[in-house]
C-alpha cells in the first residue's frame, strides 16, 4: 500500500530512517561502507546530463548512476585579456584627467579668492575716505574756506510770505 506524505520533509525524514544497504557495522561499532561499485540512487548529485546509456556487457538490471561533469578550468583568452587591460588603461587616463582638471579649477578659485580680496580691501578704503570726507567738520571747514559761509550767530527767524505778491510777481513774469 502506497504511504501518502503532506510534504517533501515527510519523504526525506523517511529515506533517513531507511537502513542504507551500503553501509554496515563492523563488530568494534564503526561503520564500514561495502564494496559495491553502485552509491545509492539517493545521494547522486545530478550533473546536468542525462544518464549515459548502459553499455551492452553491464547487466540492464542493476541501474547506473549520473556521472558528474568533470570541472574543466576556462581559459581566458588574449582578447579578453586585451580589452581589460584596455579598459583599466581607460579609467586610469580618465581619472587622472579628472584630477588634473579639479587642480586647475582649484587654481582657479584661488586667484578669484586673491582677486575679490583685493577688491574689498579697495572698497573699505574707499568707505573710510567717504567718512573721512563727509564728517561735518570737514564740510565745515571747506564752506568757511572756499565758499566764504559762516555759521549764524543768531536763532533762525520765521518770515510771513504775502501771496498776493508773490501772484503779481508771477503774473508780471508771465507777461515778459
Same mark, same amino acid.
Given at each position: 500500500?502506497?504511504?501518502?506524505?503532506?510534504? *517533501?520533509?515527510?519523504?526525506?525524514?523517511?529515506?533517513?530512517?531507511?537502513?542504507?544497504?551500503?553501509?554496515?557495522?563492523?563488530?568494534?561499532?564503526?561503520?564500514?561502507?561495502?564494496?559495491?561499485?553502485?552509491?545509492?540512487?539517493?545521494?547522486?548529485?545530478?550533473?546536468?546530463?542525462?544518464?549515459?546509456?548502459?553499455?551492452? #556487457?553491464?547487466?540492464?538490471?542493476?541501474?547506473?548512476?549520473?556521472?558528474?561533469?568533470?570541472?574543466?578550468?576556462?581559459?581566458?583568452?588574449?582578447?579578453?585579456?586585451?580589452?581589460?587591460?584596455?579598459?583599466?588603461?581607460?579609467?586610469?587616463?580618465?581619472?587622472?584627467?579628472?584630477?588634473?582638471?579639479?587642480?586647475?579649477?582649484?587654481?582657479?578659485?584661488?586667484?578669484?579668492?586673491?582677486?575679490?580680496?583685493?577688491?574689498?580691501?579697495?572698497?573699505?578704503?574707499?568707505?573710510?575716505?567717504?567718512?573721512?570726507?563727509? *564728517?561735518?567738520?570737514?564740510?565745515?571747514?571747506?564752506?568757511?574756506?572756499?565758499?566764504?559761509?559762516?555759521?549764524?550767530?543768531?536763532?533762525?527767524?520765521?518770515?510771513?510770505?504775502?501771496?498776493?505778491?508773490?501772484?503779481?510777481?508771477? #503774473?508780471?513774469?508771465?507777461?515778459?
Amino acid at each position: 500500500m502506497a504511504k501518502i506524505y503532506k510534504n *517533501s520533509a515527510e519523504v526525506l525524514a523517511e529515506r533517513a530512517r531507511e537502513p542504507d544497504p551500503f553501509v554496515r557495522l563492523e563488530p568494534s561499532g564503526k561503520r564500514a561502507t561495502t564494496s559495491s561499485p553502485v552509491p545509492p540512487s539517493r545521494r547522486m548529485i545530478y550533473g546536468g546530463t542525462m544518464p549515459p546509456p548502459p553499455a551492452m #556487457d553491464e547487466p540492464t538490471g542493476i541501474p547506473q548512476p549520473p556521472k558528474n561533469r568533470k570541472i574543466t578550468r576556462r581559459r581566458v583568452s588574449p582578447f579578453n585579456i586585451i580589452l581589460i587591460l584596455m579598459g583599466v588603461a581607460a579609467a586610469s587616463v580618465l581619472y587622472i584627467s579628472n584630477i588634473i582638471a579639479v587642480d586647475q579649477l582649484m587654481n582657479d578659485i584661488n586667484k578669484e579668492d586673491v582677486k575679490l580680496q583685493q577688491i574689498l580691501n579697495e572698497q573699505e578704503m574707499l568707505r573710510a575716505r567717504i567718512n573721512q570726507m563727509s *564728517s561735518l567738520e570737514k564740510v565745515r571747514k571747506k564752506a568757511e574756506e572756499e565758499l566764504g559761509l559762516q555759521n549764524p550767530k543768531g536763532a533762525p527767524v520765521w518770515m510771513d510770505i504775502d501771496h498776493e505778491k508773490v501772484r503779481d510777481i508771477e #503774473d508780471a513774469l508771465q507777461k515778459k
